[in-house]
């Protein structure tokens, strides 16, 4: 039975908080998830393009890389040559 579009919103939502609910403190978060998926799936890239794929600020998106830099989940940032950003791999 195909549901309407208020109802899957409302569905949608009860699923992510459940989600939300059940995660362990280690568990990754989906916008961690997402940034190491993007990092698998392209490669190494900026913070700022990051951040437009996944439709946030580069702050934000800066956050999210240091969490995950911290918790050995990306090598860490490196120079790029040609422009002198830093890149995510």
Same mark, same amino acid.
């Given at each position: 039975?195909?549901?309407?579009?208020?109802?899957?919103?409302?569905?949608?939502g009860?699923?992510?908080?459940?989600? =939300?609910?059940? /995660?362990?403190?280690?568990?990754?978060?989906?916008?961690?998830? %997402? $940034? +190491?998926?993007?990092?698998?799936?392209?490669?190494?890239?900026?913070?700022?393009?990051?951040? =437009?794929?996944? /439709?946030?600020?580069?702050?934000?998106?800066?956050?999210?890389? %240091? $969490? +995950?830099?911290?918790?050995?989940?990306?090598?860490?940032?490196?120079?790029?040559?040609?422009?002198?950003?830093?890149?995510?791999?």
């Amino acid at each position: 039975m195909p549901c309407s579009r208020r109802n899957c919103i409302r569905l949608s939502g009860k699923l992510k908080r459940r989600l =939300r609910e059940q /995660a362990s403190a280690g568990d990754l978060t989906p916008s961690q998830t %997402a $940034v +190491l998926m993007h990092l698998d799936r392209d490669g190494p890239t900026t913070v700022s393009a990051l951040a =437009r794929a996944e /439709a946030v600020r580069s702050q934000s998106m800066g956050a999210t890389v %240091a $969490v +995950l830099e911290a918790a050995g989940w990306s090598k860490g940032r490196r120079i790029r040559r040609m422009d002198g950003k830093p890149s995510c791999r």
